[in-house]
């Protein structure tokens, strides 16, 4: 079933035509974000999850099409002001060689800082509850090339949340992470939504993930929109076929009672 949403959009995209090179990724291609939800995009490896993601942070120009922030083109927003209203955690980061847990954090602070702003009360609180919130504090004295890979995950997102943006844009913030802690940072991104009210758009992996946290969901394959909606009407044995090439049953998680994939059963050879 493809399902479209109608709703007013602060971030969307009309017409995108992605490219590396000359190499296409998507073509023709537009999406619209509903203001206040928790959307997640899926697909099968190399579909154009992250081209989206980074087209909509601004981060690739498209070959054709725009990408619209509050009505306007994306691309003549001046750098600070798309800063303090979208954040972007892309799917890899490199820190500054020697740079400290919690100076990388307090980077995130920067949008907010001019010449008549420099660092104050605020962004010292909100630079702590950041790193509260992801439970990193303890690690805010040690250098970020020295952590594991869940743990600098973890500091990305903290900076992340220290930019305090109303859209923030995560490109799978679950990797690295032990499944204890993808569950804490999806736990987290849910109550950026629904206690604070931002915005979020997130690539997972994970179909079942997806469908327990998103209110949103978009299922990409081969560089189109396949499917979009809530997870209870997009997540069915037909779509995951469709999308993943993957037989399965589609059942009611017994916890979330959102909508929960389990794979067909591998054929046996009987002896």
């Not at 890899?92 to 919690?102: F, H, N, Y």
């Amino acid at each position: 079933m493809d399902l479209k949403h109608s709703g007013a959009s602060r971030l969307s995209g009309q017409g995108l035509t992605l490219a590396y090179d000359q190499r296409v990724i998507t073509k023709d291609l537009s999406v619209s974000v509903p203001d206040n939800s928790f959307t997640v995009v899926v697909g099968p490896n190399a579909c154009g999850k992250s081209t989206l993601l980074r087209a909509l942070s601004r981060m690739l120009k498209p070959h054709r099409g725009s990408v619209l922030l509050d009505g306007g083109d994306i691309q003549a927003l001046p750098a600070k002001r798309l800063a303090r209203t979208l954040g972007l955690l892309p799917q890899s980061s490199i820190a500054p060689d020697g740079i400290t847990v919690a100076d990388l954090v307090a980077r995130g602070r920067y949008p907010h800082q001019g010449l008549l702003r420099q660092w104050s009360r605020e962004d010292e609180r909100v630079v702590g509850e950041s790193m509260e919130a992801t439970g990193v504090q303890e690690l805010a004295d040690r250098f970020v090339d020295e952590l594991s890979g869940g743990q600098r995950q973890r500091v990305w997102i903290a900076m992340a949340l220290a930019q305090q943006t109303p859209l923030l844009l995560l490109d799978e913030p679950t990797t690295f992470l032990d499944i204890a802690h993808q569950i804490e940072v999806l736990d987290l991104c849910a109550g950026l939504h629904e206690e604070q009210g931002r915005t979020l758009v997130a690539v997972l992996h994970d179909l079942n993930q997806a469908a327990r946290y998103a209110t949103h969901l978009i299922a990409m394959r081969d560089g189109r929109i396949v499917a979009e909606g809530k997870p209870d009407e997009v997540v069915t044995a037909s779509l995951v076929e469709k999308v993943f090439g993957l037989r399965c049953r589609v059942i009611e998680d017994p916890e979330s009672g959102t909508p929960l994939v389990v794979p067909a059963a591998r054929a046996r050879v009987k002896a």
